[in-house]
């Protein structure tokens, strides 16, 4: 019980804030150009704290050698997305890189 009680705290908080900014940015007429600069890091923030863990927790704890796979995949993932700034290939070659990598013994 306590647990749905944590989900759905947490998800109430999640709400008001996502409404306070609609309700915010619907009354302001214009969006000061710092909130915009500081908006336009949120979804790479998001985004490296998603991925991020993913890449360097091996097996039971860190891991940040050429040994991690995923991590190696993600590196090479990370410089497509870097030369190319192209989605589907950054997913494709990632992929491709994780499953190759899996391969070799």
Not at 1 to 16: C, D, E, I, Q, S
Not at 53 to 66: C, I, K, N, R
Not at 90 to 101: C, R
């Amino acid at each position: 019980m306590r647990l749905w009680l944590v989900v759905l705290a947490a998800a109430a908080g999640t709400y008001a804030l996502r409404v306070s900014f609609v309700t915010l940015f619907g009354r302001v007429d214009d969006v000061p150009s710092r909130v915009k600069r500081a908006l336009a890091f949120v979804p790479p923030a998001v985004l490296a704290a998603l991925v991020l863990p993913e890449l360097v927790l091996y097996g039971d704890g860190l891991s940040v050698s050429l040994s991690n796979d995923r991590l190696v995949a993600g590196l090479v993932a990370a410089g497509v997305a870097w030369k190319t700034e192209d989605m589907l290939a950054t997913v494709v070659v990632g992929m491709g890189a994780l499953y190759v990598l899996s391969l070799v013994p």
